[in-house]
């Protein structure tokens, strides 16, 4: 499995390139803008062709963002599953057992599918330590980050911890491998294909080397 961070600033050109990721296979989005609004968000996604939005997880406005569009869904933070205490397990099982509320016209197709939810880690304890259960987790740095040069990696080994782990941090076609080899099941891209002179083919690259390092 291999996910694609949005960039947290939208180009002139990102929507026309994320089709082009989406139509090279990419089935894990993560919608990350943190300093755009809901209304930001929400013309980004109309932008984005409907028959994709199944592969997009949303990290804000959760609530907002699913009952307007069917997304994959939803993220949550290293910060935001922290700040939900004790409530976290009734916040996951809100969106796990489909009760979102269902706000358009009667008449119109129902949005109220299971949503996949997903969250962050920094430290392997923490991660598994965690109880409640989630499809599937990030952990990062693993290598030193591609996008943040003063991020450095930390090479975790997680082929102890018995849950779907994604590691994010310096990931590339050349570093998959690697990541591979630590024990991780998924990785998680962002200036490893956004960074790229031409992010399509860089796309490619970490599918082929995906591929390969799992056989």
């Known amino acids: 499995m291999i996910l694609l961070i949005s960039p947290e600033q939208t180009s002139d050109t990102e929507i026309k390139t994320l089709h082009k990721l989406f139509e090279a296979g990419l089935t894990h989005f993560h919608f990350r803008k943190p300093t755009a609004s809901l209304e930001d968000h929400i013309a980004y996604l109309n932008q984005v062709d409907s028959q994709y939005h199944k592969h997009i997880m949303t990290h804000n406005f959760h609530q907002e963002l699913c009952d307007l569009f069917d997304l994959k869904g939803i993220h949550l933070e290293e910060a935001k599953w922290r700040a939900q205490g004790a409530n976290l397990q009734g916040y996951v099982s809100a969106f796990?057992?489909?009760?979102?509320?269902?706000?358009?016209?009667?008449?119109?197709?129902s949005f109220k599918a299971k949503k996949a939810i997903s969250s962050s880690y920094h430290e392997p304890e923490d991660l598994a330590a965690q109880t409640v259960q989630f499809e599937y987790t990030i952990l990062s740095p693993v290598f030193a980050?591609?996008?943040?040069?003063?991020?450095?990696?930390?090479?975790?080994?997680?082929?102890?911890?018995?849950?779907?782990?994604?590691?994010?941090?310096?990931?590339?076609?050349?570093?998959?491998?690697?990541?591979?080899?630590?024990?991780?099941?998924?990785?998680?891209?962002?200036?490893?294909?956004?960074?790229?002179?031409?992010?399509?083919?860089?796309f490619n690259e970490m599918k082929d080397a995906f591929a390969k390092a799992s056989l």
């Open 145 to 202: 980050a591609i996008s943040k040069s003063t991020m450095q990696g930390r090479g975790f080994d997680v082929g102890h911890i018995n849950k779907f782990i994604v590691g994010m941090g310096g990931i590339n076609a050349q570093t998959i491998p690697a990541a591979i080899a630590l024990g991780f099941q998924g990785v998680g891209a962002l200036g490893g294909v956004w960074n790229a002179k031409d992010p399509i083919r860089a």
């Open 96 to 109: 796990a057992k489909s009760s979102l509320r269902d706000s358009r016209p009667e008449g119109e197709q």
